[in-house]
């Protein structure tokens, strides 16, 4: 089999994504920083590893982690050894740490945050009313960043005071290029400000997730601290990076496809129906790290053997034929079925899916609605990827926003 080497600077991620499909529907695959591991790339075959029990998320199950091969200031180390949360334990331990989480995000309570962020998403669009005419502006930075930032801290009972420090520390957090030496202070550096926040949540709770966290724990849930901590710091992570490049990757899809463009604008294609095609045709996520193999696995033809890291590559499955059909590689905005699985599978389902489509369903047509005559500033063959090997992230969205509601102001 032969081993793909994912490029660290996500030169081409389609291009990449083909051939891990080419490979079969288990690759071997080398992370940055000479990390072997292997990557599930079709549809079907990756919904089953989601749900086999032979599948964890036990580091120490990993072969190459008890040989002391993966070293501590390696650039992925946060994502493959996050600390003790939902997202590194299974069974029961999983189900305990994750049901406040769960019970705080269905689909029920999410809807009652429609109004506050309606009331985000006029107040960032009255902001890019108010730039220079005529001047490009980065949707990115100015109306895809802060919305679902702000949701989401505001959820967790974060201070916007720390969303410069937060920014900054994820940046490192996901990047490829963090020099090695800095490694181990940033991972510090974000234990210490989550350990801070939470800290204070004790001090002066308040109608918030992290406040309800350290309430369960001392009524009887018996959550540590690390685990309050960690729980914390993956909402946040999670619960701003995904919205911004799905409402970012909405934005590029319509953009490359006005005939597209032009029916949703129309109400001739529904937004939901928008949102989920770019939900498998560009997915937010491209590989999530890690779990590991307790046996031996047929996968298909192949075998991921005990012992061995395996990656989730949605960039590759969510354009998998043998599901989507020869039409897999487009962009449909119409598409039905569409039946992906861009937030996971299983028991491990990202809980915050229902908040994600809602920020995007709220932001996007208030977008367009506003800025009717929205266009790239540069060629979209000029945008360029941020080197994050697990999200499909772009540096910045430069737009020409055009008059607001389509006329002279």
């Not at 493959?80 to 305990?96: E, K, W």
């Not at 709220?362 to 090997?389: Q, S």
């Amino acid at each position: 089999m032969t081993r793909i080497a994912l490029d660290p600077f996500v030169r081409d991620l389609d291009g990449e994504s083909a051939a891990l499909r080419a490979a079969g529907p288990l690759a071997e695959v080398e992370l940055p920083g000479g990390v072997h591991v292997y990557a599930v790339t079709r549809h079907a075959e990756a919904r089953a590893l989601l749900t086999d029990s032979r599948v964890v998320k036990d580091i120490n199950v990993w072969g190459a982690w008890q040989r002391g091969e993966i070293p501590m200031d390696w650039p992925l180390i946060g994502l493959a050894n996050p600390g003790r949360s939902m997202l590194t334990v299974d069974g029961a331990d999983h189900r305990r740490l994750r049901t406040l989480v769960a019970q705080a995000l269905t689909v029920k309570r999410v809807e009652r945050l429609r109004a506050g962020i309606e009331a985000l998403t006029n107040a960032s669009l009255e902001k890019l009313a108010a730039l220079p005419a005529g001047q490009p502006v980065d949707l990115k930075a100015e109306f895809a960043y802060p919305l679902p930032m702000n949701v989401i801290s505001e959820l967790m009972g974060v201070d916007a005071a720390d969303h410069p420090r937060l920014k900054e520390l994820f940046e490192k957090f996901f990047s490829t290029q963090t020099p090695p030496e800095e490694v181990p202070q940033m991972m510090a550096d974000l234990g210490a400000l989550f350990t801070k926040i939470v800290d204070d949540k004790r001090t002066n709770p308040g109608d918030d997730l992290t406040s309800a966290l350290i309430a369960a724990s001392e009524d009887g849930d018996h959550l540590t601290d690390e685990e309050i901590v960690n729980t914390l710091q993956l909402i946040i992570a999670a619960g701003h990076e995904t919205t911004i490049s799905l409402i970012v990757n909405v934005v590029e899809a319509l953009q490359t496809h006005p005939e597209q463009r032009k029916k949703v604008l129309n109400g001739e294609i529904g937004w939901d129906g928008v949102i989920e095609e770019t939900l498998r045709w560009n997915t937010p996520t491209s590989h999530v790290l890690i779990r590991f193999a307790t046996e031996d696995i047929e996968v298909g033809d192949k075998i991921l053997p005990k012992g061995e890291g395996l990656i989730i590559s949605f960039g590759a499955l969510g354009r998998d034929e043998e599901q989507y059909g020869p039409t897999a590689g487009e962009f449909d905005a119409a598409r039905t079925p569409n039946r992906h699985i861009a937030f996971g599978h299983g028991p491990h389902v990202c809980p915050g899916a229902a908040l994600s489509r809602l920020e995007a369903g709220i932001a996007l047509p208030a977008l367009y609605e506003r800025f009717p005559e929205l266009e790239l500033a540069v060629p979209a063959a000029e945008l360029r990827n941020k080197p994050i090997v697990t999200q499909n992230d772009l540096y910045e969205l430069p737009v020409e926003l055009g008059c607001p509601f389509g006329h002279d102001a």
